[in-house]
């Protein structure tokens, strides 16, 4: 990657050739000025670490981060940053709260776990939501052939989608009859993808299984075995018959399909339209002594999330995220939904603009709402063993999650030019209530008990 400054006086040396054979009265020197004005236009915080590395595992939405290092944003706050492959969540958690890592993509309910008593605990904070949506539910070939004359046909003979969890139960109760647990993958105890999977199950009545303090399985009651697999091996697992299905964020849904070997029946997007997907982050210790190290990290973020939203980017961060040190993946499996479309069953592909959103609905704002959506999930399935207070939830995510950080980063690209007041909420936190679901019911983040207690399945309040 060339350096902004070889940039800047390729861009100078270019002006300077136009104006020698001009009749501008625009002195040479101001060109100049201007131009390197203009390249260096980023207002560099006093960084206290400029040495970072960051982890992240092998998905299409650690985008941001490899946007980051190969635009040079990174660079522009002065912050020189490794960006490295992690082998699985655990590790990027574990990496993290003993700060072999300065930072990581991590699963959004991984630091909202570690502060309310599910699993380790540590003091993490997330200041940049990574994404929206991002993730598909995958079945294998022979569940598809069952589950298909369970699903609705349009008049083009297309499935209908979305496509809900009910054309599921009577293939579940086959197999249960022909001695076969009902066996299917997600990528970690506290992931989105669990809490997803556990959704789309629960509102068709499946019981998805319950934790309790002393089985941290998750699969008591369970009408389907949820296990954790991770992402890069959900393919292969799926194909070996080890699980019949599986909840993953990209490329692994469109690899099935690729390898033909599985069928996705829905998305997240789905699930929940414009659901929180990754966050970053960081330690609560290393903000605390980095304060201004930890600002220009995430203006550096946003500044990513908003190049990969821009129209026209998304071709060249498939080229990106081919790299074998980024997601690896084949550009044809990538740009399968991170241009706006997604590959159901071989040839049906459909466009889906939404499907990965890094910037658009203002997707980089920490919203303690959305982390509020992880704790009431955690508690319905038995993840935090006791009921809370109501108030419990405000105060728990906001020692998570830090807007204000956020702000700060986001006041600076405002003045710098980068960003627009309108792409910077007016906001208290908290999002308007929604019934964006795939079962219609309304979730309000300021009443999560009556949230809780609204479900069938789970635990009550």
Same mark, same amino acid.
């Given at each position: 990657?060339?350096?902004?400054?070889?940039?800047?006086?390729?861009?100078?040396?270019?002006?300077?050739?136009?104006?020698?054979?001009?009749?501008?009265?625009?002195?040479?020197?101001?060109?100049?000025?201007?131009?390197?004005?203009?390249?260096?236009k980023t207002k560099k915080l006093d960084i206290e670490k400029p040495q970072l590395t960051f982890g992240f595992i092998k998905l299409t939405d650690m985008a941001p981060l490899a946007i980051a290092k190969e635009k040079g944003f990174f660079e522009d706050e002065g912050l020189f940053v490794s960006v490295e492959a992690q082998s699985n969540w655990k590790n990027i958690l574990d990496r993290v709260i003993d700060g072999q890592l300065d930072g990581s993509h991590m699963l959004a309910g991984q630091p909202i776990a570690a502060g309310a008593g599910f699993g380790r605990q540590a003091e993490l904070v997330t200041t940049f939501s990574m994404d929206l949506n991002g993730n598909g539910i995958t079945v294998s070939n022979d569940v598809w052939s069952k589950?298909?004359?369970?699903?609705?046909?349009?008049?083009?003979?297309?499935?209908?989608?979305?496509?809900?969890?009910?054309?599921?139960?009577?293939?579940?109760?086959?197999?249960k009859?022909?001695?076969?647990?009902?066996?299917?993958?997600?990528?970690?105890?506290?992931?989105?993808?669990?809490?997803?999977?556990?959704?789309?199950?629960?509102?068709?009545?499946?019981?998805?299984?319950?934790?309790?303090?002393?089985?941290?399985?998750?699969?008591?009651?369970a009408e389907v075995l949820l296990s954790v697999t991770p992402p890069p091996q959900m393919p292969a697992t799926l194909e070996a018959g080890t699980i019949y299905g599986y909840c993953v964020g990209e490329p692994w849904n469109q690899q099935a399909v690729f390898k033909g070997i599985g069928v996705p029946v829905t998305t997240n997007y789905d699930i929940w339209k414009n659901n929180p997907e990754k966050v970053f982050v960081m330690t609560k210790k290393f903000i605390e002594e980095n304060p201004n190290t930890a600002t220009a990290i995430t203006k550096a973020l946003i500044r990513a999330g908003k190049w990969l939203d821009t129209p026209g980017n998304r071709e060249e961060a498939v080229k990106i995220l081919s790299k074998p040190q980024y997601v690896g993946a084949d &550009?044809?499996? =990538?740009?399968?939904?991170?241009?706006? @479309?997604?590959?159901?069953? +071989?040839?049906?592909?459909?466009?889906?603009? #939404?499907?990965?959103?890094?910037?658009?609905?203002?997707?980089?704002?920490?919203?303690?709402?959305?982390?509020?959506?992880?704790?009431?999930?955690?508690?319905?399935?038995?993840q935090i063993p006791e009921a809370?207070?109501?108030?419990?939830?405000?105060?728990?995510?906001?020692?998570?999650?830090?807007?204000?950080?956020?702000?700060?980063?986001?006041?600076?690209?405002?003045? &710098?030019?980068? =960003?627009?007041?309108?792409?910077?909420? @007016?906001?208290?936190?908290? +999002?308007?209530?929604?019934?964006?679901?795939? #079962?219609?019911?309304?979730?309000?983040?300021?009443?999560p008990i009556g949230y809780i207690n609204s479900f069938k399945i789970g635990n009550k309040d």
């Open positions: 990657m060339k350096s902004k400054v070889f940039k800047a006086l390729g861009l100078v040396f270019t002006l300077l050739l136009v104006s020698c054979g001009s009749d501008s009265k625009k002195k040479t020197s101001e060109i100049v000025t201007e131009t390197i004005s203009e390249v260096n589950m298909k004359p369970n699903v609705p046909i349009s008049s083009d003979g297309k499935t209908i989608h979305p496509i809900k969890a009910d054309a599921l139960k009577p293939v579940i109760t086959e197999y009859n022909s001695g076969k647990a009902f066996k299917m993958g997600m990528v970690f105890p506290v992931s989105t993808h669990n809490y997803e999977i556990r959704y789309w199950l629960a509102a068709a009545g499946i019981h998805p299984g319950m934790y309790t303090a002393d089985n941290i399985q998750g699969q008591i009651d &550009e044809v499996v =990538l740009a399968n939904s991170m241009t706006g @479309t997604f590959e159901f069953e +071989k040839g049906d592909k459909r466009s889906m603009p #939404d499907f990965n959103v890094f910037f658009r609905y203002h997707a980089t704002y920490p919203f303690y709402s959305d982390g509020v959506w992880f704790l009431t999930q955690m508690r319905r399935w038995g809370k207070p109501a108030d419990w939830y405000d105060s728990k995510i906001k020692d998570i999650y830090r807007p204000d950080i956020w702000k700060k980063a986001a006041d600076l690209l405002l003045e &710098e030019g980068y =960003l627009t007041a309108d792409e910077v909420p @007016t906001t208290d936190g908290y +999002k308007p209530v929604t019934t964006d679901f795939i #079962d219609g019911n309304k979730y309000d983040a300021k009443d």
